[in-house]
């Protein structure tokens, strides 16, 4: 009996050690850097009070994180591995309806993927629209997702990456980050750059993005917390991301559920159309069901849009050095 129990207690051990080296191992590449090494720009001054929830999904095995009041924005980075790096890299921005940031599902477990396939990724904590964090609330967003870019090619070279992909990824909220940022390039509204490398992401990737301010279509408590609740015509227009598309738009790689009660689906729909008017090359997937929020895992069907993504990526020359 005493050796039953000493082998099962030596087993446990070895299992335990076993998933901590795990988990070394799976991070080792990680790492979190600020955004800004200068003052963050627009910034007003008043406490840290950044806010982490945080939760287990045991359906998929991964934690959950919510951010919210975020004060200092961040990167964190995940690197492939030196000899698997094929020099593509992604900016990712989680959604959460610009009041919160779903840095786990749609954040960190997007990025630990893209790595498996030598692409590096960098999920951005990005300030949400609050005046009491910024002068400029309906910037700040932007304004972080410019700098993202911007450090992710000043360190190409450390971080093995070519220039020329180097792409935006975003989900719900996130995704009209990205539109915004891939929309909105040619204004620069960060000036602290440290070279003169462009702002235009060389791709976008939105999943069950925010897209329109159409009142019919659109997910109005992002633009409300976005611009506030009194939005000039003027400025709901110049966020209605499907109507700034034009011929210098990158490329992009939608995808959405049909049954999204929150974001609808038009959104993307508005957004393919105008790519495909200024003949820009994309890619529109569209399931039947999966509803709002599933991240990685539309568990309604058996495909996989992470790996139609990557046959997207391929068939653009977007992967590979």
Known sequence: MAYNFRYKHLLLSLLLLGMSLTEVCGQQNRQVIPLYTSKIPNEVSGPDEEKVDKSWDSRYNFEKAHISNVRKPTLTIFLPAKDQANGTAVLICPGGGYSMEAAGHEGYEVAQRFAKQGIAA?????????????????????????????????????????????????????????????????????????????????????????ISSDKNIAHMGSFQRLLGDNAS?????????????????????????SDDDVVPVENSIVFYQALVKNKIPAELHVYQNGGHGFGMHNSTTADDWFERCLNWLRSNDLLGK
Do not use: C
């Open 122 to 210: 960098f999920v951005l904590k990005y300030r949400l629209p609050d005046a009491k964090i910024s002068s400029q609330p309906a910037i700040a967003p932007l304004q972080d997702a410019q700098q993202g870019l911007s450090i992710i090619r000043e360190n190409a070279d450390k971080w093995h990456i070519n220039l020329e992909k180097v792409g935006i990824m975003g989900f719900s909220a996130g995704g009209h980050l990205a539109a915004t940022a891939g929309t909105h390039f040619d204004k620069a509204y960060v000036s602290d750059q440290k070279s003169n490398a462009t702002l235009r992401p060389d791709f976008m990737l939105l999943i069950y993005p925010v």
């Open 233 to 257: 015509p003027e400025q709901l227009r110049l966020f209605s991301n499907e109507l700034q598309v034009t011929p210098q738009t990158p490329p992009a790689f939608l995808v959405h559920a």
